[in-house]
C-alpha cells in the first residue's frame, strides 16, 4: 500500500474540518464512503467520575453513546457491545504489507506477496456499508413524524431532525471535526506500519502478561493483531498469565459500530474459535431447527458471520480461557487521563502491576494517526505518561514511596505512527518529538525519542519510539 506524491490536507476554517485528500493505491484503505462525522456539542467539559455503565441497550443509553459524544469518559460494557451487534456480520479481508526485512515466523494468517517477495498479512474487518446498513435498520422514530408537518420548511427541519447523527456524514470520507468526529470510522495507513513493526519486533510469549493501551483506536488494527497472536497460542491445560487489551476511542459509535465487531471478527478467524466450530457442525439451530452454516474460516475471503447466542458464549469462554482483559473506552485524552488519575485506575506502585480491572499501567501503548493537530500535542502527551506510570500521589502509603524510589518500573513501551507532516494543520512527527522532548509535566524526566521503523516513498511516515 502507498502513497502517491498527490497527497495534501487543508482545513475548511468555517466549520473545523480537516480534509485528509491523500491518493491510495491499496483499495483495502477506505478511500470512498468510509468515515463520517459525529454531530455533537462543543466540548462543554469533562466527567469526574470515572466509569460509566452502558449494560442495557435502551433508547437513553443508546443516545447517550451516539449524539452525546462530548469527550466525557464513557465505557462501553461487554454486555452492552454482545447486545448491539447485529444479526451478522459482513467482512473482508484488510490485506497488510509486510517488510521484506521482517524475519518473523510465517503464520496462518500471511502468504508470500509473489510480486514484491515479502509477505503480506490478513485481518478481518467489517465492511463499513455493513455498519451503515445497521445504523439505518436502528432507526425506528414515529413514523408520523415528517408527515404531520404543517408546511414545507416544517417538513424540512424535521426530516433533518429524524436523521441518525451517524449516518449524517457518512458519505464525506476522511473529514474529521475535531471535538466532534475524530476519525475512528477509517482504517489509516499508519495504523498497518504499527502491525508491519509488530510482526517483525514481537517475539513468543511477549504478550503474556502484559498490558496493552492503544489511545485513538479507531478500527483497532493494531491491537487486532495482537489479539490474533494471543487467540493463536498453543491450547494448554495451564494457565496464561493475565494480558489486557484497552482500545480507547473519542467516539464511542466508532468502538461499538466497527472496533468491537473487528474484535469479535479476530477472534472467531483465530484457532480459539475451533471448539465451537466443531460443536456446532451438527447443532441444530434452537428456532428454525436448521443446521447453522457458520463461514470457512479463510482469512484472504471476504463472508457474513451469523451471530448466535452460542458464538456470543464461546467468545466470552474464550477470553477467560486465554485469559484476556478487553476494555473500550470513549472520550477525549483529557477526560481518559482523568480517569486514571481518581486514584482507584493507576499501576500499584510497590509492584508495578495494575491490579484487575484497573486503568493504566500500560506495558504497551499504542497509537497512529493521532499527532495531525498540534493543539492536541499537551493534552496526548499527558494521556501517554498518565497510562505508563505509577501514581505517586499523597494517598500512597510512604513504605511504598520508599520502595519506588529504590526499584526501577520496568520501561513501558511507547509507540506512535504517524505521517512526516500533515500538510496545512502543522501536525507531525518532528514536531510531535520535540513536543515530547520539551515536556515538562513530570519534574526530572528525561525523554528520549527514537525512530524505529521509515518509509520514505511518497509521504514520509514513520513509528517513533518514546522513552522517559
Known amino acids: ?111 508470500p506477496n509473489l510480486a ?13 456499508f455493513d455498519a451503515r446498513f445497521q445504523v439505518i435498520s436502528e432507526d425506528s422514530g414515529d413514523p408520523n413524524f415528517v408527515a404531520e408537518a404543517e408546511n414545507t420548511e416544517e417538513k424540512t427541519e424535521r426530516i433533518a431532525a429524524s436523521v441518525d447523527p451517524r449516518l449524517q456524514f457518512l458519505d464525506t470520507p476522511s473529514d474529521l471535526v475535531p471535538g466532534v468526529y475524530e476519525g475512528g470510522m477509517k482504517t489509516w495507513e499508519c495504523s498497518l506500519d504499527l502491525v508491519d513493526y509488530l510482526h517483525a519486533s514481537l517475539k513468543d510469549g511477549d504478550l503474556e502478561g502484559k ?13 487486532l493483531y495482537l489479539l490474533q497472536k494471543i487467540f493463536s497460542l498453543p491450547s494448554t491445560e495451564s494457565v496464561l498469565e493475565r494480558s489486557a487489551i484497552h482500545l480507547q476511542d473519542y467516539n464511542p459509535s466508532a468502538l461499538e459500530l466497527v472496533t468491537f465487531p473487528n474484535v469479535l471478527l479476530t477472534w472467531y478467524m483465530s484457532p480459539a474459535s475451533d471448539t465451537f466450530l466443531s460443536s456446532q457442525a451438527s447443532s441444530p439451530d434452537a428456532e428454525t431447527d436448521e443446521i447453522l452454516e457458520y463461514p470457512a474460516k479463510y482469512p484472504t475471503n471476504a463472508g457474513e458471520l451469523i451471530i448466535t447466542p452460542a458464538l456470543k458464549d464461546a467468545f466470552k469462554q474464550s477470553l477467560e480461557k486465554y485469559n484476556v482483559e478487553l476494555r473500550f473506552l470513549g472520550g477525549s485524552w483529557k477526560s481518559f487521563e482523568n480517569a486514571i488519575g481518581t486514584g482507584t485506575h493507576s499501576r500499584d506502585s510497590q509492584t508495578q502491576d495494575a491490579s484487575e480491572g484497573s486503568l493504566g499501567g500500560y506495558d504497551i501503548l499504542l497509537t497512529s494517526e493521532t499527532i495531525y493537530r498540534t493543539e492536541s500535542f499537551p493534552e496526548l502527551i499527558h494521556a501517554m505518561w498518565q497510562s505508563t506510570h505509577p501514581s505517586t500521589s499523597s494517598s500512597c502509603p510512604s513504605s511504598k514511596l520508599s520502595q519506588l524510589t529504590i526499584s526501577e518500573p520496568r520501561p513501558p513501551r511507547i509507540l506512535v505512527a504517524a505521517k512526516v507532516f500533515y500538510f496545512g494543520v502543522g501536525g507531525g512527527v518532528d514536531e510531535f518529538a520535540e513536543a515530547v522532548r520539551r ?30
Not at 493501551?213 to 491491537?223: A, K, M
Not at 513530570?442 to 522517559?468: F, M, P
Request: glycine share 8%.
Open 1 to 111: 500500500m502507498q502513497l502517491t506524491a498527490d497527497c495534501n490536507l487543508y482545513s475548511t476554517a468555517s466549520k473545523g474540518m480537516f480534509k485528509f485528500g491523500f491518493d491510495l493505491d491499496d483499495a483495502d484503505i477506505d478511500n470512498d464512503i468510509d468515515s463520517f462525522l459525529q454531530q455533537a456539542d462543543d466540548l462543554p467539559g469533562v466527567r469526574t467520575s470515572p466509569r460509566k455503565d452502558f449494560g442495557k441497550r435502551g433508547q437513553e443509553n443508546s443516545e447517550s453513546i451516539v449524539s452525546g459524544e462530548d469527550g466525557r469518559f464513557v465505557e462501553l460494557t461487554m454486555e452492552h457491545l454482545l447486545d448491539a451487534l447485529p444479526t451478522q456480520l459482513s467482512y473482508s479481508p484488510l490485506e497488510i504489507p509486510l517488510s521484506s526485512s521482517s524475519t518473523a515466523t510465517p503464520s496462518a494468517f500471511s502468504e
Open 116 to 128: 514484491s517477495g515479502s509477505q503480506v498479512h490478513y485481518l478481518a474487518r467489517r465492511d463499513l
Open 211 to 223: 498490558r496493552v493501551l492503544e489511545l485513538g483506536c479507531g478500527t483497532g488494527i493494531p491491537s
Open 439 to 468: 515536556w515538562n509535566g513530570a519534574s526530572g524526566v528525561k525523554t528520549e525519542v527514537t525512530t524505529v521503523w521509515e518509509k520514505n516513498v511518497g509521504v514520509g511516515r514513520r513509528i517513533i519510539q518514546v522513552v522517559w
